[in-house]
């Protein structure tokens, strides 16, 4: 019945401020992509490639903030799988 009532608070919207600090403690997310959009966006990988990765190695995968869940959709942070990738963490 709060929302009948008017005593609503308002929800807190980020701010730039909320942006640089989270950037600051390394919560910064890059571009996202599903497999499909990263393979499109990247002439490097094709989805083959992308699926296997993320077959192989899931778990390091999610531990290490490239990809992530919503729903039931897969999505990939670009700047962090690729980062993933250079480190070797895929061989």
């Not at 083959?48 to 990765?53: L, M, P, Q, V, Y």
Request: positive net charge; glycine residues 8%; charged residues 30%.
């Amino acid at each position: 019945m709060e929302a009948l009532s008017g005593n609503r608070q308002p929800r807190s919207v980020p701010t730039l401020k909320q942006d640089i600090d989270a950037e600051k403690h390394g919560c910064r997310i890059g571009p996202i992509h599903t497999v499909r959009t990263l393979a499109e966006s990247e002439p490097a990988f094709n989805e083959g490639s992308i699926r296997w990765t993320i077959f192989r190695h899931k778990d390091a995968l999610i531990e290490s903030g490239a990809i992530f869940y919503s729903g039931k959709k897969l999505l990939i942070d670009r700047d962090r799988y690729v980062e993933f990738l250079k480190a070797g963490l895929a061989a």
